[in-house]
């Protein structure tokens, strides 16, 4: 099978409607008299029998596909990126607004060692359909940086001395400060990468590098999952649930990353969150099934698992992280959720295709999609891979179409910017899966 060609990308945004349902905003209106009355604010206005005329279509969508403009926003938009002509002259910096200074995080041999192994460019998957974006911002990168060490240490004590190098290895500021340009300061930020941490604390110490194990990992998951959603019980059993929360790192993290989530959020984006985390847990489980019964699933079976054990609650908080609230009742959409599941499913296939080296070289076998489809499906190494890099592609071009459309469709703003926090999210996982030379290398298929 030859390495894919990566083909121009074809715009698929339909047609904007140019009216909305004016049942949605008649509904959208009592919605808001109702809150009104409630909280003793004032009363709003009867909702309008027609809609006022929106602006041309064209004009507006082109708006929102262009996303804003600035340092750092170039991953906020929907439609396929228009790349200069190779011999282009570059454009003039923008400038950025002024930062305040930060003071940098204390340089450990193990954090020099990080540095160096990870300073270069990576190099793209060739023919993996993807949108370059800048280098996140590096004032934020450091600072996030050092809080999250200072977290993981100081009010978690998540790792030991010997787990520093690979802690500093992961490049977690610079994960969430790409995957987040529009979050409005650093508080922010930190909401995304605690939680980020405190995930990967649960997949390395319960399921995989650092002891974890399939045997009994439900009764884990189950444990540690009540540290987000928490244990309602009589009082005599309170205590022991709640001492439970400090018995290990990947409770301890999940306990303290939720509560500032929670503090962060409204109640319906905090619920959100323990549905998606659900859905990890449970994809969790089904992989640890396979690992005990020594199982190669059928392909259509691993992806339904990668459905689940997925990047699905990092940009499902976009919202949350960007200092506003996608409603429920627009999250839960069908279109809505159909767009995030494909966005969480096109980037962790991207984590299949670049951690694919780093999983021939660990112990046993790590179920990947390259794998799965050269077991079922009979084919080399090498073409199984070039396969995974197809049916990442098809699902971008799925997720690219399906945000365009409901972006066209549901021409409201917080629907249109929770589309392109999505979008961002899901180009900024791409750059720090490439740059992230500590962790990742490329099989030799080209």
């Not at 909401?191 to 319960?206: G, Q, S």
Request: glycine letters at 6%; aromatic letters at 8%.
């Amino acid at each position: 099978m030859p390495p894919p060609e990566l083909t121009p990308p074809q715009s698929s945004l339909p047609e904007a409607l140019t009216r909305f349902g004016e049942h949605v905003l008649t509904q959208a209106a009592a919605r808001a008299c109702d809150i009104g009355a409630a909280t003793g604010g004032p009363l709003c206005a009867p909702a309008p029998v027609h809609p006022p005329e929106p602006s041309p279509p064209a004009a507006g969508l082109e708006r929102l596909l262009s996303g804003p403009s600035g340092i750092g926003t170039s991953g906020l938009r929907l439609s396929p990126r228009q790349e200069p002509p190779p011999h282009a002259e570059p454009p003039a910096p923008v400038a950025s607004a002024p930062v305040t200074p930060v003071t940098a995080a204390p340089v450990t041999a193990a954090s020099a060692t990080v540095e160096s192994a990870a300073s270069g460019k990576g190099r793209p998957i060739p023919g993996l359909y993807h949108h370059p974006v800048p280098d996140p911002d590096p004032v934020r990168i450091e600072e996030v940086s050092r809080r999250i060490k200072s977290w993981a240490l100081d009010e978690v004590s998540l790792y030991p001395d010997d787990w520093e190098e690979e802690f500093d290895g992961f490049l977690v500021g610079s994960y969430m400060v790409g995957c987040h340009p529009d979050a409005p300061t650093v508080d922010h930020l930190m909401i995304a990468t605690r939680l980020m941490v405190a995930e990967n604390a649960v997949d390395d110490c319960y399921c995989e590098d650092h002891g974890g194990s399939p045997i009994g990992l439900g009764e884990r998951l189950l444990l540690a999952h009540t540290a987000l959603d928490p244990l309602h019980t009589t009082q005599e059993y309170q205590p022991d649930w709640a001492k439970s929360l400090h018995a290990d790192a990947p409770r301890r993290a999940y306990r303290s990353a939720m509560e500032y989530f929670t503090e962060a959020s409204s109640p319906s984006q905090a619920d959100r969150f323990r549905h998606d985390m659900a859905r990890l847990h449970m994809g969790y489980l089904a992989e640890a099934s396979w690992a005990q019964e020594d199982k190669v699933p059928e392909v259509w079976e691993y992806l339904a698992m990668r459905q689940f054990n997925n990047f699905r609650p990092c940009p499902t908080i976009t919202d949350t992280v960007g200092g506003y609230e996608l409603p429920a009742d627009l999250h839960a959409l069908p279109a809505m959720q159909r767009v995030i599941a494909l966005a969480g499913n096109a980037t962790t296939i991207v984590n299949d295709l670049y951690s694919y080296m780093k999983e021939l070289d660990a112990p046993g076998r790590h179920l990947n999609l390259p794998v799965v489809i050269a077991e079922r499906e009979g084919l080399s190494d090498r073409d199984a891979y070039l396969k995974s890099v197809e049916v990442h592609n098809d699902l971008m071009h799925a997720f690219e179409s399906e945000a365009a459309a409901l972006a066209g469709n549901c021409p409201l703003p917080n629907v249109q910017r929770f589309l392109r926090g999505v979008a961002a999210w899901v180009d900024g996982n791409h750059h720090w899966h490439q740059n992230n030379t500590y962790r990742y290398s490329l099989p030799d298929f080209w």
